[in-house]
């Protein structure tokens, strides 16, 4: 699909309450967005990588492309510094609106690879990665400590409790 075709809007797939989800979860400004693009110009991101735009992200919210929008691996770019929140004109909180498409898109299965292998990781290892001799090798000739062990019974218990487990392994909703 090219670019010009992504681009074109869909009314049948637009989804009218899908800006007022996202309200609901934490982006409560995105309706008084008016596009000025603030948000994208003062994004650090954005420098690095030209497919993010946080204004983009806002706007396809704002029509309703709710499959568009969560199933985006450009949503989880942000890197939360709140730039785009301390400019905004209209004081939206585009941070906050993309932490809120990340949380409904997490609930609708929708999680990037990365954290599923993050979360895999923890899982297995009760850290984002597998402790080795290594690791405390590096340590000892920095001064510090081995690392403690992990109780690994203790992180099964708390991906049980937030039931973060279950969002890693859940399946897309179509």
């Known amino acids: 699909m090219t670019e010009t075709q992504e681009s074109v809007v869909r009314l049948d797939e ?19 967005c008016f596009q000025c693009g603030t948000c994208t110009a003062t994004c650090p991101i954005r420098r690095f990588d030209k497919t993010y735009n946080p204004r983009l992200i806002l706007r396809e919210t704002l029509l309703g492309l709710r499959k568009r929008v969560l199933s985006s691996d450009v949503i989880w770019l942000c890197a939360a510094c709140y730039s785009c929140t301390e400019r905004c004109p209209r004081g939206v909180r585009p941070a906050e609106v993309i932490r809120a498409v990340r949380n409904l898109a997490v609930r609708e299965g929708h999680v990037h690879p990365f954290y599923r292998m993050q979360g895999s990781a923890i899982a297995t290892h009760g850290r984002i990665f597998k402790e080795d001799e290594f690791i405390n090798e590096m340590r000892a000739n920095m001064g510090l400590p081995p690392l403690p062990p992990v109780n690994l019974d203790d992180v099964t218990k708390v991906l049980g409790y937030t039931k973060i487990r279950e969002l890693l392994t859940a399946e897309k909703k179509e």
């Open 14 to 32: 637009a989804d009218a309450v899908f800006s007022e989800a996202v309200a609901k979860a934490d982006g409560e400004r995105i309706n008084i």
